[in-house]
Nanobody, 115 residues
Framework: QVQLVESGGGLVQAGGSLRLSCAAS????????IDWFRQAPGTQREYVATITSRSSANYADSVKGRFTISRDSAKNTVYLQMDSLKPEDTAVYYC?????????WGQGTQVTVSS
């Protein structure tokens, strides 16, 4: 059974940077497409970014040009580099994978951006 574990969240001032990690246990990412989502209090979970097995990336308009998604197959980890952070980026960030008709989510990591 695949488990996804996020890390790297924290408190940062506006304009600062954080790098989130999503590590897989129980399986390798292989050819899976991996996504990042986020959810702020009182809002629905929203899409942030996607990376394919060939490291092709896609981003939500709200983070384009500020966030970079990448993957390291040797470490079985996907990263989300977040630069020029804004208070509106404050949320719990989740990584996600869809495999064999199942959705896999991590437990989330909190990112708080102060103004």
């Amino acid at each position: 059974q695949v488990q996804l574990v996020e890390s790297g969240g924290g408190l940062v001032q506006a304009g600062g940077s954080l790098r989130l990690s999503c590590a897989a246990s129980g399986s390798t990412f292989g050819t899976d497409v991996i996504d990042w989502f986020r959810q702020a209090p009182g809002t629905q979970r929203e899409y942030v970014a996607t990376i394919t097995s060939r490291s092709s990336a896609n981003y939500a308009d709200s983070v384009k040009g500020r966030f970079t998604i990448s993957r390291d197959s040797a470490k079985n980890t996907v990263y989300l580099q977040m630069d020029s952070l804004k208070p509106e980026d404050t949320a719990v960030y989740y990584c996600h994978m869809f495999r064999m008709s199942q959705h896999f989510w991590g437990q989330g990591t909190q990112v708080t951006v102060s103004s």
